[in-house]
């Protein structure tokens, strides 16, 4: 079946430098989308990132992702992470007939 | 901009009781969804629907129904609740004209059973 993991738990960096949070995934379709949601304390999800092209790169607020599927990644990347970075970010596909699938979520800490 | 909105914010029952959640859309949006998120598990997915009258079954249905009355409206009913269905309750609309829409979520509902 279809499926997203996740880099489990927590990711800890400090303010400045790269982050890099990994997500792979199982699917039989052949035409979906992919995404990144972002999670802040007390707020719902929204998303932060979509792609459904092979091998393209799509940034948004200084975060990008590139869609491989050759390898089934879509690894979210930021160069500079900052202390408003920290959140929930879900990796998620939309899945065939409408049916989405989430990963279980990465909470990222930025440290000063 | 998509609008979602959840009703009540929070909730607190006891073992046994009914308790209905509310999810109202007003983007026009044909897919609606409900999910229970938890620590350690994410977002799931409880159930989803295409339309008044349509349901589709999710990935943890076991304990909840759910019933679309309209296009805007989608309520997730739990009748016999459990502690275990304590939970933060999103409920979120995508349209369904393009493959790569993202999913509008609702603020959520805090539901705790006591």
């Known amino acids: 079946g279809d499926s997203v993991t996740q880099t489990e738990g927590l990711v800890t960096v400090t303010e400045g430098l790269p982050v890099k949070l990994n997500c792979t995934y199982q699917?039989?379709?052949?035409?979906?989308?992919f995404f990144w949601y972002v999670q802040y304390l007390n707020e719902a999800p929204q998303v932060l990132l979509r792609s459904s092209t092979d091998n393209k790169r799509t940034e948004h607020q200084g975060f990008h992702a590139t869609l491989h599927k050759s390898s089934s990644s879509f690894h979210l990347q930021k160069s500079s992470a900052q202390l408003s970075d920290s959140a929930l970010y879900y990796c998620a596909h939309s899945g065939g007939n409408y049916k989405p699938t989430f990963g279980k979520g990465t909470s990222l800490v930025v440290h000063p | 901009e998509a609008a979602v909105t959840q009703s009540p914010r929070n909730k607190v029952t006891v073992t046994g009781g009914n308790v209905t959640l509310s999810c109202r859309q007003t983007?026009?949006?044909?897919?609606m969804y409900w999910y229970r998120q938890d620590t350690g598990h994410g977002l799931r997915l409880i159930h989803y629907s295409y339309g008044a009258g349509n349901l589709q079954i999710g990935d943890v249905p076991d304990g909840y129904k759910a019933t679309r009355t309209t296009q805007e409206d989608f309520f997730l009913l739990l009748e016999l609740a459990s502690p275990s269905q304590t939970s933060l309750y999103f409920c979120?609309?995508?349209?369904?004209?393009?493959?790569?829409?993202?999913?509008?979520f609702g603020p959520g509902t805090r539901l705790t059973v006591l």
């Open positions: 979120a609309s995508r349209e369904d004209r393009v493959n790569y829409a993202e999913q509008f």
């Open positions: 699917t039989t379709y052949l035409t979906i989308a």
């Open positions: 983007n026009s949006h044909n897919y």
